[in-house]
């Protein structure tokens, strides 16, 4: 078993001056180091244009060899006191300090730049504020492009930096051994060791503390579908997947103009329309036959089904479906229905039956009864003899024929009188 234990920062410094032999794990948190390295070469871009704003002859680049021997000083000197400094700050009223190693390191990286402006920055850091950004992106291109302070050799003081603030070994390993056998048989399995990324196109640095949370959110990982279908999906391509290709997408029926409310997965479509064959050509049906019920359209719909000859079954849209059940309709002649109370207030011979009419044929048999009811009123049948209201009344002659019958009798017990 390995000999292993925590000590703080001081007892390692003093293990070191008595020569007595140690073994540190040296392996630190690669995403913190690496965020904290990119936070370097602004900060000392912005603390190099600070210095030369109004100058004539020095520019950015004539302080930046000095400037960054001062900044990792400063920084060095800042991190190895923090402890002291964040134990005194606790003590005073209403102080929070961050003890992330970034928002830490980051702060000592503003301080320093805010503590090299000369009086023409200060001056132009108000006025010309917009200006400034952008000389400080400019010149921190321009030393990434031309390599003056690589990230590898940022990463090194920032390893150096995280040590030195990390006084709850959150981001580093602390562990101790006694001899470097031991050592070499924790780093195998430390906590803190580097990972690359298994998942072909991710190239992310991680530690291994941090594998199952990378691999959680991974955007080149390969994972189920999320709507359940068969596919395996990369991470980044799901949302595309699940509202395009995906057979599980949820859809409106395609008979939703009709009245079809459904929703149903997209591979589910040809299976729903045939099992509900019935009532889509009820749904259609009610925007043929205004007023009719859902029972009298039921009936009218086992009709259409015998006399279509499976020529429904073809059927894929709203449209299609209305026209073949329209053109069908209108060869089995009007819809009739079994409604008994309804037909007797009516007064017609079948009192078992009720004829669906068209709109315009009901219009006109309402004009020629009430042509008849006037010719009463003005006593133009008080002779006996039938009017004749043919003509007036088009395809309902029969009917009309039967009132005149009726107005004739009424006129002869007038003239009896």
């Known amino acids: 078993m390995e000999d292993v234990e925590l000590v703080p920062e001081k007892e390692k410094i003093e293990d070191g001056k008595e020569g007595c032999p140690s073994f540190h794990c040296d392996l630190y948190d690669a995403e913190i180091v690496h965020k904290i390295a990119q936070v370097l070469l602004p900060g000392l871009a912005a603390a190099c244009v600070d210095n030369t704003t109004g100058g004539i002859f020095r520019s950015p680049a004539s302080v930046a060899v000095d400037l960054r021997k001062e900044m990792i000083d400063y920084l060095t000197q800042r991190s190895e006191s923090f402890v002291a400094e964040s134990i005194i700050l ?54 990434e492009i031309n390599g003056f302070w690589l990230m590898d050799r940022r990463e090194l003081v920032a390893q150096t ?21 031991e050592l070499a048989r924790h780093v195998v399995n430390c906590n803190f060791r580097s990972m690359n990324c298994r998942n072909e196109g991710c190239n992310a640095i991680f530690c291994a503390s941090h594998l199952e949370n990378h691999d959680s959110i991974c955007p080149f990982k390969i994972i189920p579908c999320e709507q359940k279908c068969s596919d395996n999906i990369m991470r980044r391509e799901m949302d595309r997947h699940c509202i395009t290709v995906c057979p599980m997408k949820l859809v409106n029926c395609p008979f939703y103009a009709v009245g079809c409310q459904s929703t149903i997965a997209r591979h589910m479509i040809q299976k729903h329309c045939s099992d509900d064959l019935q009532l889509h050509l009820v749904c259609a049906l009610k925007n043929i036959h ?128």
């Open 161 to 181: 930096l995280v040590k030195n603030v990390d006084f709850k070994n959150t981001f580093h390993c602390d562990k101790k051994f006694n001899t470097a056998e």
């Open 290 to 417: 205004k007023g009719a019920s859902e029972e009298d359209l039921k009936q009218r719909v086992d009709q259409i089904v015998q006399s279509s000859s499976g020529q429904l079954d073809a059927t894929r849209d709203a449209r299609s479906l209305t026209l073949r059940v329209r053109d069908l309709d209108s060869k089995l002649g009007p819809l009739e229905a079994n409604t008994a109370n309804k037909s007797s207030e009516e007064g017609t011979e079948d009192p078992n039956h009720i004829t669906y009419k068209p709109i315009e044929a009901e219009a006109d048999a309402d004009a020629g009864n009430k042509d008849i009811e006037e010719s009463y009123e003005d006593g133009n049948v008080g002779d006996g003899k039938p009017t004749n209201t043919t003509n007036k009344v088009g395809k309902e002659s029969t009917e009309t024929s039967n009132l005149t019958s009726h107005a004739s009798e009424e006129a002869q017990t007038q003239v009896l009188i």
């Open 90 to 143: 606790e003590d005073g009223p209403n102080t929070e300090v961050s003890d992330h190693p970034y928002d830490i390191i980051a702060d000592f990286v503003d301080d320093f730049a805010s503590s090299k402006r000369n009086f023409f920055s200060r001056v132009s850091g108000w006025l010309l504020s917009e200006k400034r950004e952008d000389n400080v992106d400019d010149f921190a291109q321009e030393m």
